[in-house]
Nanobody, 116 residues
Framework: QVQLVESGGGLVQAGGSLRLSCAASGSVFSIDTMRWYRQAPGKQRELVATITRGGSTNYADSVKARFTISRDNARNTVYLEMNTLKPEDTAVYYC??????????WGQGTQVTVSS
């Protein structure tokens, strides 16, 4: 089993920045890929960014050039640096971990609110 704990959410003005963290514990050796998702009220959960154990990354078009995903394998932690935040980035952000194909574990989510 793997436990994921997100932190770093909060309220920020448009144009501001936040850094989310997701700390993994337990059987972390089983994790290859970690992902950040977000879900806004009334909307489906959206994949925001992906990072593999080797450091390959992918981003949703809506966050490219503004968000950066990174990973510290020694600390079993993945980060999401979010810059130039927009009101439409407001959502609950979730961390997920698993293989290249599937997510096996989810965090509890952290709220990000961007005011205009």
């Amino acid at each position: 089993q793997v436990q994921l704990v997100e932190s770093g959410g909060g309220l920020v003005q448009a144009g501001g920045s936040l850094r989310l963290s997701c700390a993994a514990s337990g059987s972390v050796f089983s994790i290859d890929t970690m992902r950040w998702y977000r879900q806004a009220p009334g909307k489906q959960r959206e994949l925001v960014a992906t990072i593999t154990r080797g450091g390959s990354t992918n981003y949703a078009d809506s966050v490219k050039a503004r968000f950066t995903i990174s990973r510290d394998n020694a600390r079993n932690t993945v980060y999401l640096e979010m810059n130039t935040l927009k009101p439409e980035d407001t959502a609950v952000y979730y961390c997920a971990a698993g293989s290249r194909e599937f997510n096996y574990y989810w965090g509890q989510g952290t709220q990000v609110t961007v005011s205009s």
